[in-house]
């Protein structure tokens, strides 16, 4: 990674000789974490890599054993993908000064996965009449080894969205007017807009951080097609590093005004299963249950 200070743009390339990279747990290893990616910026890219180191982890081969099947193939097709790197170019409103900037927002996308979760942060500018979006920050992680109920996956990837939002507040010197998190998670969005102490512990303890980073009201929910933050937790065709990607270009909705939105049913229901034991008994009391 490195900074164009001229045009005030982030630009990749990559020394990795695909051709001569070594298929073992070794090579993939030291393929894998000599990217350089502090601000996660290829999020969506480099997880992939990682979400492969952990899938040859559960083979339990050695160190120096040959990788074959589909980890091999997907492998083949991740490296293939290096030689696009020195074609992006990410700006952040090159030429432009704060005083130009009349309103600045931040968005923040988070999803997850059986295989990782992730978030993706968005600057949506207005100048001059004209709305331009910049990609600031992101950050994925591959989901543990033990399973993890998806919900609770989810719910991960809405502390790290929470998290990333406070640094960027924290370390941009731009006055940013609001800031809105989207998730497509309905559970998690209800767990956020409840009260978080009648849950058990884990996602307890990851609600009453969020709270205490954002507001119930920065949180919005946005259709799984349309949340850019899918991109770094599934497969799907495989990573896409083309410059039109909604992931450096920002998804469409951050061009949209608030009215145009997608909207949720407000009737949002609680799993039980998650709530403490005699939260569940007061549940069942009130609904004639018991």
């Keep these: 990674m490195s900074w164009l200070a001229k045009d005030d743009v982030f630009v990749y390339s990559s020394s990795v000789d695909v051709g001569a990279a070594v298929t073992t747990k070794r090579g993939i290893l030291r393929c894998v974490m000599s990217q350089f990616d502090p601000l996660g910026l290829l999020s969506h890219f480099l997880i992939h890599g990682r979400i492969i180191i952990q899938d040859i982890w559960r083979t339990q081969a050695s160190w120096d054993d040959e990788i074959g099947g589909d980890i091999l193939k997907r492998w083949g097709v991740w490296t293939s993908l290096f030689g696009d790197l020195q074609l992006i170019r990410i700006d952040h409103f090159p030429g432009i000064t704060s005083s130009e900037i009349e309103d600045l927002q931040l968005y923040v996308f988070v999803d997850a996965s059986e295989s990782a979760y992730a978030c993706v942060s968005y600057f949506r500018a207005v100048i001059a009449g004209e709305i331009h979006i910049a990609l600031v920050a992101a950050k994925a992680k591959v989901a543990p080894l033990k399973s993890l109920f998806v919900p609770k996956l989810e719910l991960q990837a809405a502390l790290i969205g929470a998290r990333v939002m406070k640094t960027i507040g924290e370390t941009h010197s731009l006055t940013i007017s609001r800031r809105f998190i989207w998730s497509d998670s309905k559970t998690v969005l209800a767990w956020i807009l409840?009260?978080?102490?009648?849950?058990?512990?884990?996602?307890?303890?990851?609600?009453?951080?969020?709270?205490?980073?954002?507001?119930?009201?920065?949180?919005?929910?946005?259709?799984?097609?349309?949340?850019?933050?899918?991109?770094?937790?599934?497969?799907?065709?495989?990573?896409?590093?083309?410059?039109?990607?909604?992931?450096?270009?920002?998804?469409?909705?951050?061009?949209?005004?608030?009215?145009q939105w997608p909207q949720m049913d407000p009737a949002m229901l609680t799993t039980v299963e998650e709530l403490r034991p005699c939260f569940v008994h007061r549940t069942q009391l009130s609904d004639g249950f018991i």
């Design 194 to 259: 409840s009260d978080h102490r009648c849950y058990r512990q884990f996602v307890a303890c990851k609600v009453g951080e969020i709270l205490s980073i954002t507001n119930p009201d920065e949180w919005r929910w946005i259709p799984t097609k349309f949340n850019v933050a899918d991109l770094a937790t599934k497969w799907g065709k495989g990573p896409e590093l083309s410059a039109r990607s909604c992931w450096f270009a920002g998804p469409k909705v951050l061009k949209r005004t608030i009215t």
